[in-house]
């Protein structure tokens, strides 16, 4: 477990027991080291691509074998997102 945590919009590192960004107000996820590559860009208040239902909605950005990085950012409620991990599971890509 890591001590240091990343804030989700602005990237700013800070400590892991902070949960709120105290630069821009967003969350925090914990600092992805080696072992943990997966990566998640989420939004308190957004809109699915999939259902259009407003809400949190997430987005993977980084598994192993995985980079959406390049790609238009594409957010789904939880709903939508794990139908779609189930797609890029079935790709091979563990996620
Ligand atoms: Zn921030
Ligand atoms: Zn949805």
Redesign the pocket.
Known sequence: MSEYGVCTKCGLTVFAIQEVCPSCGARTAPEPDSSMIEEWHEKREGV?C??M?KGRVRRLVKAKGYNALTKIPEF??L??SEKKLAEIRARGVPV
């Open positions: 699915c999939d259902c239902a789904r409620c709903t939508c």
